[in-house]
């Protein structure tokens, strides 16, 4: 084995034997995507699910095991499943907002977490890639808000980082532009 997957099979057997010995399952699937198109999830206190023929479900793993963190870390926002945090055309402008803002920021803190694990523990996994990727998701849960007529409160404009600072009205060119370039760094 190359230090590359050394350092990959040292990392991942440590957090697997961490999650087992929380309770959580880890369940390996020799897929590339699960039921819903995901990759990957978390769900709250029973298992980590990853689809490990998809070429990134390493980066993948350490973003489920970020939010196995928040939750043991007692972050508020992990009583809402996955399934509670879709925004709906029948969901009141409050509404639709608060879910979308709690799930960008529960998001951005696993990133930032994740960026972490990556470079504490030389993963093969591209931190820039991982940002980038990692910035698209959020502006998706954004713009899933703004089809719901959501107006973003300038107070959570604000909490954003960089470039999604500037977003509450995006057009498809900024958009584009954004996917492009948003890189996040803690
Ligand atoms: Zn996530």
Request: hydrophobic residues 40%.
């Amino acid at each position: 084995m190359t230090d590359i997957d050394t350092n990959w099979a040292n990392y991942f057997f440590s957090r697997v034997s961490e999650l087992s010995q929380a309770g959580i399952d880890v369940s390996l699937r020799a897929t590339s995507r699960l039921e819903g198109g995901a990759i990957g999830y978390y769900y709250p206190h029973v298992k980590i699910v990853v689809a490990i023929r998809d070429p990134d479900w390493r980066a993948t793993f350490v973003h489920e095991y970020c939010h196995f963190r928040q939750d043991r870390s007692g972050r508020k926002g992990w009583d809402c499943r996955a399934a509670d945090t879709d925004i709906t055309e029948d969901m009141l402008p409050a509404e639709a907002e608060y879910i979308a803002s709690q799930t960008m920021l529960k998001e951005f803190d696993c990133d930032r977490r994740a960026l972490r694990e990556i470079k504490r523990h030389s993963l093969p996994i591209d931190a820039t890639v991982y940002a980038k990727d990692a910035n698209a998701y959020a502006l998706q849960i954004l713009y899933s808000g703004a089809g719901a007529q959501v107006n973003f409160s300038k107070a959570f404009i604000a909490a954003l980082p960089g470039d999604l600072k500037k977003t509450p009205q995006m057009t498809p060119e900024m958009r584009a532009k954004i996917e492009a370039d948003a890189y996040v760094e803690d």
